[in-house]
């Protein structure tokens, strides 16, 4: 594949029918790979170690270490499964399009592009015009969490006949055993639409 994102996204729909051990491969190669320049890597590892290290877990057998190392030596050690109530990632299939996720936590705090850190630990990534755009937080507050996803510009002509397409993967209790993740899809066709994705209440 051309595009790191697409096989980043074919990985998460992998997970899905518990093809860890190809998964893995898959996400070994994309930190391994020279890709474009125009792709904010440094957004797209982070997640990919994520899941890595989720993998491993999953597959209760960290002698995958060894070949994860021995495919790219420059990785550092991976022997730590990272534990999040919630991870959002939000997606999208046209490239030169910056759509950004907004988050409202429970307090009513919005985390942005612009603001992208909460006092609760919230923290929002945006990748402008390729993507992925994340948030993810640690410890969760009870209450309402709501996702939406903004149209913010566009390099070339979108409307209702020719939309973006979006897809969100929000997952709770990510890294242990009661993971569950669930995937809402949808279209945006004008500049400062707001679609809300999901909402989900912990």
Known sequence: MENPLYAFEYCLALMR????TKVLEILVDILSQTWDIRFKLGYLNILVLEELNNIIRKLDDYGYIDYIQRKNKCLLPLNTCMKLDIRVILLWDHELVDIELVVTEPSGNKCTFLQNTSNIGGYLCS??????SYYQLKEAQKGEYIFEAQMFSSEFEITIDNPVSVKMY??????????????????????KQVLLMATINI
Do not use: A, M, V
């Open 127 to 132: 990748s402008c015009k390729y993507g992925p």
């Open 17 to 20: 029918t518990n093809c860890g």
């Open 170 to 191: 929000i997952t709770t209790c990510f890294g242990s055993e009661e993971e569950l993740t669930d995937i809402t899809t949808g279209f945006l066709w004008k500049r």
